[in-house]
């Protein structure tokens, strides 16, 4: 499954998870079977050419959503975690919470 998380550098390991307006960067997160397969890197989530992704996790319940879940996402934010490490270790046991209408 694919995950995209707004952060503000191209670290998979030091990169932390920001606002969508201040996103210097949009990792997308290959996730399966219990492990990160990859992490890339996009300026804009438009260059990515996936047609599908699974999941956007976002810094807080206040941002924008609505475009993710018009786009079939599952809309999740993060309680305390901050790096691309520690906000998918929470996803792997479901310690992120969920937005939605």
């Given at each position: 499954m694919l995950i995209w998380i707004?952060?503000?550098?191209?670290?998979?390991?030091?990169s932390k998870v920001v606002q969508q307006y201040e996103a210097k960067q949009w990792a997308l997160?290959?996730?399966?079977?219990g492990e990160?397969?990859?992490?890339?890197?996009?300026?804009?989530?438009?260059?990515?050419?996936?047609?599908?992704v699974?999941?956007?996790?976002?810094?807080n319940k206040?941002?924008?959503?609505?475009?993710?879940?018009?786009?079939?996402?599952?809309?999740?934010?993060?309680r305390e975690e901050e790096t691309i490490e520690e906000i998918i270790e929470a996803f792997k046991f479901k310690e992120l919470d969920e937005i939605g209408l």
């Open positions: 707004p952060v503000d550098g191209n670290d998979a390991k030091a997160v290959d996730f399966d079977e990160v397969k990859t992490v890339r890197f996009f300026e804009t989530r438009e260059a990515s050419d996936e047609a599908w699974d999941f956007v996790i976002l810094i206040y941002e924008n959503y609505m475009d993710f879940m018009n786009e079939g996402m599952m809309v999740l934010c993060v």
